[in-house]
């Protein structure tokens, strides 16, 4: 199970920190990713990072702004975000895939899933 943590409410310019971690499985093989997905939008995919933490790959609208990062000896997965925008607004989801690096945004090559934490930006 994939537990997020760190979403809040802050202005735009502000910077936050989500987590995730594990509870019950070993995430040191895998590529994991955040997601996440805005009221009444599809799911979009934010930041990937493959197991050994080094390899990153990035949506265009996040580029430059959030930092995916993880720590295999904590079981976590984090995801720096600073000059937050009204625009990310949205709850974020963190994945884990069964491959340690997986080259696509799609949701569906990711078997593990985040109950999400909410991230609301106001201008």
């Known amino acids: 199970q994939l537990i997020e943590s760190g979403g809040g409410t802050v202005q735009a310019g502000a910077s936050l920190r989500l987590s995730c971690a594990a509870s019950?499985?070993?995430?040191?093989?895998?590529?994991l990713a955040w997601f996440r997905q805005a009221p009444g939008k599809e799911r979009e995919f934010v930041a990937a990072i493959d197991s050994s933490g080094g390899r990153t790959s990035y949506a265009d609208s996040v580029k430059g702004r959030f930092t995916i990062s993880r720590d295999n000896a904590k079981n976590a997965v984090y995801l720096q975000m600073n000059s937050l925008k009204p625009e990310d607004t949205a709850v974020y989801y963190c994945?884990?895939?069964?491959?340690?690096?997986?080259?696509?945004?799609?949701?569906?090559?990711?078997?593990?899933w985040g109950q999400g934490t909410q991230v609301t930006v106001s201008s």
């Open positions: 019950t499985r070993t995430l040191s093989d895998f590529a």
């Open positions: 994945a884990a895939s069964q491959m340690g690096w997986v080259p696509s945004t799609q949701g569906s090559d990711f078997r593990s």
